[in-house]
């Protein structure tokens, strides 16, 4: 089931009746079924590629609706996606070659935003950026959460995905509350129990009347979500922002792993931090040093030392937005400086994201600090964004990292890894928030990074008290599928491991999707039944998630 | 299809080799099929009554899937309630009668508790109290929450139909993290998605891998919890509580209202309170006085007025918790005494639970105090039991309401209010915390109780800083069929006045499930889809929350 890296030969012509169907539910400007259209929409980072017959872009409920009645009607499978800017997860990527992607891009209204309760109603294709600006613009007193991604990604389509950010806001999926959802019959679904069309709580209230079903919209094929309600936080009386780099020796860093889970269980950590190795800075800080591989297929370990030193990059780094009242954020300095202390370096900086004198000065001192701290001028870069970050604030400085192996510098602007043939893949296996647990999964993703020759990447998201997210990744040369291949296998070696070990990722990729369920027949044979009894023609998102798989009319030429 | 209050006469003869078949399983001390006993333990408050054939205890889950597997095998329904204390809500009462009821009191391991990670493992038996001395006497470093009803509640039953506490952690539901669920075939299902036996994250990591499952089993019948996670909060480093009285005109409430919601919103106030009217109070601090009804079905104004103030009651009473660090709660305090000292008094008494001679002058000093204020002695034994439930100790101090028309007193101890015949019943809309919203529901409850001659018992629930629950209910004489059927009269117009103004209520009744769900039709047909697909022989609860009904073999004599 192996598929190239590359399948453009594989794309299905599409059916001259289907595309006339399509153009006249969405109009002309809402179909796109010329070759080179579709394989440019449908470019992915990660090494697997399919290609859908044709790529619909539907502006309204009513649209999606018939679109979806179209499709049960001609056993025809949709893919949708929000945006498709999930780089390094596959994007518009479907699991099977053919089909219609849909793009839900144009349906992209703020609905509503509510000043007195904190939450929004948002569609499918408002980006971070938008949203963030919209609030920004009517002089919101709250702020929304944004992943460290690209602005232009759909906030529900993250969310949707099981995405996460850094403010206290950071559980993207968890701050969803009352979904608009179009069923496989083309019915729409209001959740939350109530009563459809006049329910005043269903943004307002989590767990509705009777189960609770938006869980079933995620990470998912049971439905299409148009629109969700999401909640938003009160921007703090007081902000700042702590800066840390580990220092310690090597030895000391699960006693560390233990000291921050004590720091978050105790809430003098609100925000959601990723411990980032020096690997991980350096994607951001610098570019590839290929001349120091020495013929090898990563760095040696003598050579990363010598590269990272250059930038006075620490072995581990990180930083977090400190938010409430003055005594709140007191505590939490007091707590951070104290438990931090043991271990390296803390520094508070959110001053340096004010309007006034001490902002300034602080941006001016930054620069010079870091110089004396022997740290490249690529760090000062780094701080507003970061910073800001924490504030629920978009950048792109940080995706930029796509393009670290693959191009000989960072794009400024127009960042798009997919379109411009960045390789990179995401895993992120859910590890329980104790030492034990986390040198555990350190050491075995070393292990397997070592035994495929790949530089190790890594970041330790801070979850919650309980679990983080080792999220590790490959940067690799889209344009040789024998990189392709060894990517695969690292992969696949990679989740084995983890899910062997009890670590489930978060999330699939579409290569990864088919057999996402495996390891807990019992879910995958429920969610079988689950999709067999609200789409029994099985043409929405067929494969998602472990679910069945799309069977195909007509098979892809080898 | 309205049932007499008190079918007695109502309930089947067990089919004698259905016994034979039970007591295969479960032994005879797991099967009570005499009428005598059938009839005792499903007593219920509510002005609804059926009977099963039979009663079954299972104590384990292999016990458990022979009984689905039997019952699917046979066409028998099953009828699940974990300790069935859920007292004016239904308890242990099916939609229907016949069949066999499940209590599952006796699957009550606790399996684990984790003092890293804040969480327990715990089996739907395990009761409040149970909970919380194992908490105690292992010295745990964390807190349960625990709901204002008896002690010798289920924590799983009542989390699982989205009942509440009262501490930090009073979203019983939301504190649940994966579960181990018997599914209507007999199979166990584990959720989360992950590798089953071995996830290391289950309990620690909500969302899982693919659709968040946890939410179909919740005020639900596709599956039988027989296992699940719950969190845990950190003992804090401090605690304090304020006890609020409401001494403001009448028409300042809706400011109050929303600068209460604020309060929440800048987490002033982080745990749960019930803000409480002048009778719900007095439920608790005295008996119904009957003498001053003169000839009226409920009390006058003028009557209620005379009988609150022989109690020193305020129209609006609550009492909240403040934790955290020291910073944090003199933070909480600060806010707590700016702006609720604009509408009452503020009393931080706290130090009443203190084991030391500060808790102990406060304990000697409250009741002074009191008198001065006041009040009648009755306020000062409530002081203890209303402190710790905000630190999570279960009481039985205020479900003793529950007798508080029915019987000339309240018994100390062994309570039992379905037992002992008391009538009772509540709804509970929930209301977006908005002083319009509010008010608009406040006002309409009490036009609904004065149409219905009943006094009017509410008590303002802060689910979040986005919705509160309206918790109203009546309390009768369970003896008096006209009563009964005054009541559900009551009940049936609320109950459509609160979907109506788009209120639906956060948990139904047995006698209120079968129409739960028709004012959200497309939720309700998915659902009748999803439950057709995992239960084809609707043998699982058949009936809750608006699912197809039983189709009874044998329908009841009229």
Redesign the interface.
């Known amino acids: 089931m192996t598929k190239p890296a590359f399948a453009q030969a594989t794309r299905a012509s599409p059916d001259e009746s289907l595309v006339e169907a399509l153009v006249a539910i969405l109009g002309a400007e809402g179909v796109v079924a010329d070759s080179a259209g579709v394989e440019r929409v449908t470019r992915t980072c990660i090494p697997f590629r399919t290609q859908p017959s044709v790529v619909a872009y539907p502006s309204s409920v009513e649209q999606l609706q018939a679109l979806v009645r179209l499709a049960a009607q001609r056993g025809v499978p949709l893919w949708p996606v929000s945006t498709g800017k999930n780089w390094g997860y596959g994007e518009n990527t479907a699991v099977y070659d053919g089909g219609v992607t849909v793009v839900l891009e144009r349906m992209n209204r703020i609905c509503h935003v509510d000043e007195?309760?904190?939450?929004a109603v948002i569609e499918p294709g408002v980006t971070y950026k938008q949203f963030n600006d919209h609030l920004k613009q009517t002089g919101s007193r709250f702020w929304a959460d944004t992943a460290g991604t690209t602005p232009l990604a759909s906030v529900l389509g993250n969310a949707l995905d099981?995405g996460r950010g850094m403010t206290p806001m950071a559980d993207h999926?968890?701050a969803l509350c009352g979904m608009d959802v179009v069923?496989p019959d083309g019915?729409?679904?209001?959740?939350?129990?109530?009563?459809?069309g006049?329910?005043?709580?269903r943004?307002?209230?989590?767990?509705?009347?009777?189960?609770?079903?938006?869980?079933?919209?995620?990470?998912?094929n049971?439905g299409i979500v148009v629109k969700a309600g999401i909640?938003l936080m009160?921007a703090p009386?007081a902000f700042d922002f702590a800066a840390f780099e580990y220092t310690a020796a090597p030895d000391r860093l699960g006693p560390f792993i233990?000291d921050l889970?004590e720091l978050v269980?105790?809430?003098?950590i609100r925000s959601h931090p990723h411990l980032a190795n020096d690997f991980a800075m350096m994607c951001i800080l610098s570019q590839y040093p290929t001349d120091m591989l020495d013929g090898r297929r990563h760095l040696s370990d003598d050579a990363a030392a010598r590269w990272v030193k250059q930038h006075g990059v620490a072995r581990w780094t990180f930083g977090c937005g400190l938010y409430?009242?003055?005594?709140?954020v007191?505590?939490q300095k007091?707590?951070i400086r104290k438990v931090l202390g043991r271990y390296g370096t803390v520094q508070f900086i959110g001053a340096a994201v004010r309007d006034d004198w001490v902002g300034a000065a602080v941006r001016v001192a930054a620069p010079l600090v870091n110089r004396m701290l022997g740290k490249s001028p690529e760090f000062a870069k780094l701080m507003l964004p970061a910073i800001n970050l924490f504030r629920g604030i978009p950048t792109d400085h940080f995706v930029r990292q796509a393009y670290f192996k693959s191009h000989p510098e960072k794009p400024e602007r127009d960042i798009d890894p997919a379109r411009d043939g960045c390789g990179l893949v995401w895993i992120g296996p859910?590890?329980?928030?104790?030492s034990e647990?986390v040198m555990n999964c350190l050491t075995l993703t070393q292990r397997i990074f070592d035994a495929h020759e790949f530089d190790f990447f890594v970041e330790v998201i801070v979850?919650?008290?309980?679990?983080v997210i080792v999220l590790v990744g490959v940067f690799y040369d889209r344009d040789s599928e024998a990189e392709a291949e060894r990517v695969r296998a690292w992969y696949n070696e990679a989740r084995d491991a983890y899910?062997?070990?009890?670590?489930?990722?978060?999330?699939?990729t579409s290569m990864s999707m088919a057999s996402?369920?495996d390891?807990?027949?019992?879910?995958r044979?429920?969610?079988a039944?689950?999709k067999?009894?609200?789409d029994p023609a099985n043409v929405l998102a067929p494969g998602r998630?472990?679910t069945p798989a799309w069977q195909h009319p007509d098979p892809p030429s080898p």
């Open positions: 007195q309760l904190g939450y099981k999926f968890g069923l019915g729409l679904l209001e959740t939350g129990g109530g009563p459809a006049h329910n005043a709580v943004h307002t209230y989590k767990w509705g009347l009777g189960p609770y079903l938006d869980g079933l919209f995620v990470q998912s049971l909640w009160p009386e233990d889970r269980m105790a809430r003098a409430g009242s003055r005594e709140e007191r505590y007091r707590m859910v590890v329980p928030f104790t647990h979850e919650s008290s309980r679990s899910t062997e070990n009890g670590y489930p990722p978060y999330r699939a996402a369920m390891a807990n027949p019992v879910a044979q429920l969610l039944t689950l067999n009894a609200v998630y472990g």
